[in-house]
């Protein structure tokens, strides 16, 4: 299964965060997921490191370093990614978020979320 992880869920997966329920663990772990994470977590990443505000202390250097570390695999952004965005209904406004669905539906993949406004785009995303 190709499981897209949101970037909440990326960096809880790396950083063994009590947040990450132990089912999702599993799925992760499990040897018939191929786990993803977008450029568009890694984008996001840098820019609220780059802000500096405290909220995100990893840099996009230092997450892209531990995803690849972790096994995942780096999804591209694709120009049908960001055709796809302009189909979505406007559930969501954070365009990382919409970005993330996008890619999940083109794939198709599997996006395990944390946001329970990302997760009334498709019954395939996975709300923890």
Known sequence: MNL???THVALWAITDSPKLPAN???LILAPRSTV???????WEIAIKH??????????GQDALRY???AGYRVLAIEPEHVVAVEGLPSHH???????LVAQALVE????????ATVAMYSDTVIRI
């Open 24 to 26: 999702v663990r599993e």
């Open 108 to 115: 198709p993949m599997r996006l395990v979320t944390h946001d």
């Open 50 to 59: 780059s802000l500096g505000r405290g909220d995100m202390p990893l840099s």
């Open 93 to 99: 406004q954070d365009p990382f978020d919409r970005l």
């Open 36 to 42: 993803w994470v977008s450029t568009v977590s890694v």
């Open 4 to 6: 897209l992880l949101d």
């Open 67 to 69: 995803f690849r570390q």
